[in-house]
């Protein structure tokens, strides 16, 4: 199992899904269920994650998600906070939830 990509919301994981499945490719969702927290935990964003069981399956994969991805005209960047590569469909980092803006004081 591999971790191909980590999507900004469920839709965007589901479609991801969808088109390597359709690709013959075995992929699969997770933390689909856990956005939101639930009861009394501390809420906590979880992202939904598109994984690749199949190592065989990885190059093909990575060529679909590039596609994928140049769907939209947002590029990945790299938190200026603690230095965590993000999606480019994120507005905060997955990590430490700093802007994509953040500049150190
Ligand atoms: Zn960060």
Redesign the pocket.
């Given at each position: 199992m591999k971790k191909l990509y980590i999507a900004s919301d469920i839709i965007e994981a589901r479609l991801l899904d969808t088109i390597l499945k359709s690709q013959g490719l075995s992929s699969v969702v997770r933390n689909e269920n856990l956005q939101g927290g639930i009861g009394e935990l501390p809420y906590v964003e979880i992202w939904p994650e598109v994984w690749i069981n199949n190592s065989n399956d990885w190059e093909a994969a990575q060529e679909v998600l590039i596609e994928f991805t140049e769907i939209g005209p947002k590029e990945d960047w790299v938190?200026p906070?603690?230095?965590?590569s993000n999606p480019g469909s994120f507005q905060t980092?997955w990590?430490?939830?700093?802007s994509i803006y953040f500049t150190a004081e």
């Open positions: 938190c906070k603690c230095q965590e980092c990590s430490c939830n700093a």
